[in-house]
């Protein structure tokens, strides 16, 4: 990264889906070792420890207009789009710790007041594309992306108090492997970019992360990496609430984070759903911090 200035912010967030266990998340990732790792990178690193999270009420876990918990996640999405509005604004580079999915409304609405085309890579097993129409759960962490693009509940798209956030032409989402039928509906609608799972292993990781990196390169004045650990398969990446087999795998996804680092496109990212409660001895969150190695420049030799 170009940026030599990172600021660390955890969102210890599970109000965007009914499983718990997600918002220790950030927790775990510092437990891994995410300060030391880029301390020794040489960075000049500050952690501003986590937002504060509001408690789930007695009725938070009903279904407002099909969607759960709106009122504390949107609540949560304003702080955390101030507070990385802050860090931005001081010339320092986000780095988000989740918490579920849902917390990249906040991050996306903190980071697009700085660019003009902002580019955003979706690394994850799903399209988080759904609205409360399409939605089979009414969980707000497969609805981020959607909400991003000016879909969905106004509470959520106008978070920051300006709407759409990035544009679809903008947008590469890669390992996906488990979409539902609304989301491929408005793939094709809004002509989204995505790199499945068929892509990567026809293609190979090499040549996606070739064509994502030109692509965003020639459309975009930034791009935030917003990278779901279920992007990686269970095998690699087991503490995840929502695993889908035949995943990217660990190796593959460093070469990934290392073609992002020697493009130096990326400036802003968060790394989300990483939940101690369903790893085995943290292996996820270790994963988590070995990635965040390689984006931020860490060498084999």
Request: proline letters at 4%; glycine letters at 10%; aromatic letters at 4%.
């Amino acid at each position: 990264m170009e940026n030599k200035n990172i600021s660390i912010i955890g969102v210890p967030m599970d109000l965007g889906q009914a499983r718990r266990g997600v918002d220790m998340g950030p927790s775990a990732i510092r437990y891994a070792g995410v300060v030391e790792r880029l301390e020794s990178l040489n960075y000049d690193l500050e952690d501003l420890g986590d937002i504060q999270i509001g408690l789930r009420g007695r009725t938070s876990e009903a279904l407002v207009d099909n969607l759960r918990n709106l009122k504390e996640v949107a609540d949560a999405s304003e702080k955390l789009a101030n507070a990385v509005d802050q860090i931005l604004s001081a010339n320092r580079f986000p780095l988000v710790l989740g918490g579920d999915h849902s917390i990249a409304i906040g991050t996306l609405a903190g980071v697009t007041k700085h660019y003009k085309s902002l580019g955003v890579i979706w690394y994850d097993a799903h399209g988080d594309l759904n609205t409360a129409d399409t939605s089979p759960s009414g969980n707000i962490h497969g609805m981020p992306l959607a909400v991003s693009l000016g879909l969905g509940h106004q509470a959520l798209t106008n978070i920051g108090g300006f709407e759409p956030k990035i544009k679809p032409e903008n947008v590469v989402i890669i390992g996906a492997r488990s979409l539902d039928d609304g989301e491929k509906e408005l793939i094709k609608e809004k002509g989204i970019k995505v790199y499945t799972m068929h892509e990567i292993d026809r293609m190979g990781m090499t040549a996606v992360m070739e064509e994502t990196i030109q692509y965003l390169s020639e459309r975009t004045d930034g791009v935030h990496l917003s990278l779901d650990l279920d992007g990686l398969d269970p095998h690699d990446a087991p503490g995840v609430g929502t695993p889908v087999i035949g995943g990217i795998s660990y190796r593959e996804s460093h070469l990934a984070m290392e073609m992002l680092e020697e493009s130096k496109i990326i400036t802003s990212a968060e790394f989300v759903e990483v939940n101690p409660i369903l790893d085995d001895k943290n292996k996820t969150a270790s994963v988590a911090v070995a990635l965040m190695g390689s984006l931020f420049g860490e060498k084999l030799k």
